[in-house]
């Protein structure tokens, strides 16, 4: 058997948009965090951690302070937004706007 991998093939564009969020604040300096994997790729979540990309748990969001957080292109709901201005926390909000603007019911 042999598979064909389409040369169109890769991320999505909200993806691709919070990946190039991310890299573009790394670029700033400092540290980044993001809530949840910011990828379904091992290799990409490992470049980007090697750049200084540091992958969180909601536990963990809890317990930051002053700090930085890439909300990925899945989107959150309105108690990480909450948590994040009780904490003083900066998002980076990389939500995909087609997520953003799903509606269900």
Do not use: W
Not at 74 to 96: M, R, V
């Amino acid at each position: 058997m042999q598979v064909t991998i389409d040369k169109n093939s890769g991320y999505c564009f909200g993806v691709e948009y919070a990946i190039q969020m991310a890299e573009d604040e790394m670029e700033n300096g400092g540290e980044l965090y993001c809530l949840g994997d910011i990828v379904h790729n091992d290799m990409e979540v490992k470049r980007l951690n090697e750049k200084g990309l540091r992958i969180i748990s909601r536990k963990e969001l809890k317990d930051l302070s002053d700090c930085k957080v890439l909300i990925r292109a899945h989107g959150e709901p309105p108690d990480t937004y909450k948590l994040a201005l009780k904490n003083n926390i900066e998002l980076i909000d990389a939500s995909c706007p087609v997520v953003l603007n799903c509606k269900t019911g």
